[in-house]
């Protein structure tokens, strides 16, 4: 089976890696063009483009898929990139994060099969492994699913389960659930290979959207409750960093325990920044909160018992 791959970060490069080590013929790579990045923003591929790359996988990088963009250089590109679909040899197009839209004539092509990282229908949409954390949700997984026009919408065709660890963050799910895709898309599309894969619709009930995350959500406000800003410090971690301002300098929290205790304290007061309690501070509905990454300006992630020896917080608030 032949099968163009389309993705761009780590999380697709993983589901790549595994379609190729499998033995699937990949005669084409798409991935979104090179990115500046780095203190000196330098231009840097993408995790897929470096993987297609090093075993001479052939990459294509356009602007757009959509021929009826505006957007005369995105419309060209678009067209010489379905030209290239068209001219290429496969079977079917396998999706993960690749952060493009597929047009219908695209779609139209070759089955096209997406790795999405939630149970579907429950977080349609860009962000579903930091929504799931910030929402509270117990569970989450990978569902395979055949693309169609509708964002996240079409038939599925595997679907697994993951819990939610008490700890766990955006980063650590996404490394947890890259691994699951990778392993589940060798399998749909083995059975695709045998002509024996079932599609299933998605339930009607259910649907909720995974909006893009924006840097503006990270700054947290203390008068939520305990629980609700220690799901966005795991939401946010490792992107884009939850913080909170102290004196007017704002500090990233990279990881926190809810406390049991509870605290008459104003919302945002450090009642605790020493070796023996560690960062604690009050939180909306008599709550508590522990403290145990931060970073500030300039500065590196450190230990909470690391951290106050360069910053002092005892009788601060954060705001």
């Given at each position: 089976?032949?099968?163009?791959?389309?993705?761009?970060?780590?999380?697709?490069?993983?589901?790549?890696?595994?379609?190729?080590?499998?033995?699937?013929?990949?005669?084409?790579?798409?991935?979104?063009p090179d990115r500046p990045a780095g203190r000196g923003m330098h231009l840097h591929p993408s995790a897929v483009k470096q993987y297609a790359v090093?075993?001479?996988?052939?990459?294509?990088?356009?602007l757009s898929l959509r021929m009826d963009s505006k957007d005369p250089q995105r419309a060209a590109e678009a067209?010489?990139?379905?030209?290239?679909?068209?001219?290429?040899?496969?079977?079917?197009?396998?999706?993960?994060?690749?952060?493009?839209?597929l047009p219908r004539s695209t779609l139209d092509i070759k089955p096209c099969i997406n790795?999405?990282?939630?149970?579907?229908?429950?977080?349609?949409?860009a962000a579903p492994i930091h929504r799931a954390i910030e929402s509270g949700d117990a569970e989450t997984g990978v569902t395979i699913m055949q693309m169609e026009e509708g964002l996240d919408t079409g038939p599925m065709l595997l679907i697994e389960r993951l819990p939610?660890?008490?700890?766990?963050?955006?980063?650590?799910?996404?490394?947890?659930?890259?691994?699951?895709?990778?392993?589940?898309?060798?399998?749909?599309?083995?059975?695709?290979?045998?002509?024996?894969?079932?599609?299933?619709p998605q339930p009607e009930a259910g649907v909720t959207y995974a909006a893009k995350i924006s840097k503006e959500e990270a700054a947290l406000d203390f008068k939520q409750s305990a629980r609700e800003i220690g799901r966005k410090i795991r939401a946010f971690n490792p992107f884009p960093g939850a913080h909170g301002d102290v004196n007017g300098v704002t500090i990233k929290l990279w990881g926190a325990e809810v406390l049991d205790a509870d605290s008459s304290a104003p919302a945002g007061q450090v009642l605790a920044a020493d070796a023996q309690h560690g960062i604690v501070v009050a939180c909306g509905g008599g709550g508590s909160l522990r403290l145990t990454?931060?970073?500030?300006?300039?500065?590196?992630?450190?230990?909470?018992s690391e951290f106050i020896k360069?910053?002092?917080?005892?009788g601060l608030r954060f705001a």
């Open positions: 089976m032949k099968i163009i791959f389309a993705g761009t970060p780590e999380f697709a490069a993983v589901a790549l890696q595994s379609l190729h080590e499998a033995g699937f013929e990949i005669p084409l790579v798409l991935t979104q090093a075993h001479n996988i052939p990459v294509a990088q356009p067209k010489q990139a379905h030209e290239l679909l068209m001219a290429t040899d496969y079977d079917a197009m396998v999706v993960a994060a690749y952060g493009l839209i790795i999405h990282g939630s149970l579907l229908p429950r977080w349609r949409g939610i660890g008490p700890q766990d963050s955006t980063g650590v799910l996404h490394d947890k659930l890259a691994a699951m895709g990778a392993r589940m898309i060798v399998k749909v599309m083995q059975k695709m290979d045998s002509g024996i894969v079932e599609a299933v990454e931060l970073q500030k300006p300039g500065g590196k992630r450190l230990p909470a360069g910053f002092a917080l005892d």
